[in-house]
């Protein structure tokens, strides 16, 4: 059913830590924030975020004991709700950024129609690691597999770990984890790293840091939580069981940013530029924040200062062109 008839202050794409804390912002500014947060059988998009995808967040202020992901996610909701933000389960399908009011429409995209029309568009449809594409990935994620070591590294005291990957972020999550782990192996199809030469000097000094070369990564093993990888040698065919008690997946990060291709500006590996200082995108009243622009810190926190500069500065936006 479409609302295009209605022209909202803001719409927010995306419901993470980022896309929710710009709501409760907005909707405390009296905004009326329409939040359209995904679809829960979305790898991409899904509501709440990767954070439901995580048990136990300990490093989130204000939670000295901890608090699951899907929790923190959904006290998030409340609050934004309880100021006035208005949810849509439910994925966008095409936008038109070219000129004001923005058109946007879920479902169809081919409907003559856009659903909404938005004077401002806060983005923050957020990233997703690049995974293996293993069968038990799916079950075993947050119970022993991560893909981010300063989020889990805490969990793995003197544990048996791998990282895999041969990048700058492999190495950072390898180095990182030597603080908490007995050991940790790095899992690498090549026999020699893609990192740069000063993240392989460093690792390759460590010696909590060992390297299993040639070798991709058939199955990772465990009931309920990761006991065991299996790895084959790509130059031998052989496969071998190693008793990791934890996998953390470093091949790299995707944001989710085909959605506005062609209208927004983005970086070469796809995270949509802002302006410094700013989350301004380079098309005037659509800002962009959290992990769809961050490819560096890519924690909850961060996500949050930066949905809440986002709505700060969609709501300056907005008095600014008298549209608020």
């Not at 136990?56 to 609050?79: K, W, Y």
């Not at 429409?105 to 293996?132: H, K």
Request: aromatic letters at 8%; glycine letters at 10%.
């Amino acid at each position: 059913m479409s609302d295009s008839s209605q022209i909202r202050h803001v719409v927010i794409i995306g419901s993470g830590p980022a896309g929710l804390t710009a709501a409760i912002y907005t909707a405390r500014a009296n905004l009326e924030p329409l939040v359209i947060e995904g679809e829960p059988s979305s790898t991409s998009d899904q509501p709440g975020g990767q954070l439901m995808l995580t048990t136990e967040v300990e490093n989130f202020p204000g939670f000295p004991e901890g608090i699951t992901g899907p929790e923190l996610m959904s006290n998030f909701r409340a609050q934004a709700e309880r100021f006035g933000a208005e949810f849509l389960t439910s994925k966008v399908t095409r936008v038109e950024l070219g000129a004001h009011p923005f058109r946007i429409w879920v479902g169809n995209p081919d409907s003559p129609e856009p659903s909404y029309l938005a004077n401002t568009l806060i983005v923050s449809t957020g990233a997703q690691s690049v995974m293996l594409g293993l069968e038990d990935e799916g079950r075993l994620i947050g119970h022993g597999l991560s893909t981010c070591a300063t989020c889990d590294g805490f969990f793995f005291r003197e544990h048996q770990i791998c990282v895999v990957g041969g990048g700058d972020s492999a190495m950072e999550e390898a180095l990182f984890l030597t603080r908490f782990a007995a050991k940790v192996t790095v899992i690498h199809r090549r026999d020699e790293l893609r990192a740069s030469k000063i993240m392989q000097e460093r690792a390759f000094a460590n010696d909590k840091i060992d390297f299993l070369w040639d070798s991709v990564v058939t199955g990772i093993n465990g009931d309920t939580s990761v006991e065991s990888v299996t790895v084959r040698n790509v130059k031998t065919g052989e496969e071998t069981t190693h008793p990791f008690t934890g996998v953390f997946i470093a091949i790299g990060h995707r944001p989710n940013t085909e959605l506005f291709q062609g209208q927004l500006e983005m970086t070469d590996a796809g995270y949509i530029l802002t302006a410094a200082g700013s989350t301004a995108t380079n098309v005037d009243g659509v800002f962009a924040c959290g992990d769809v622009q961050d490819d560096t810190y890519r924690q909850a926190v961060t996500a949050a200062g930066s949905g809440c500069a986002a709505a700060i500065d969609a709501e300056r936006w907005l008095e600014a062109n008298e549209a608020g």
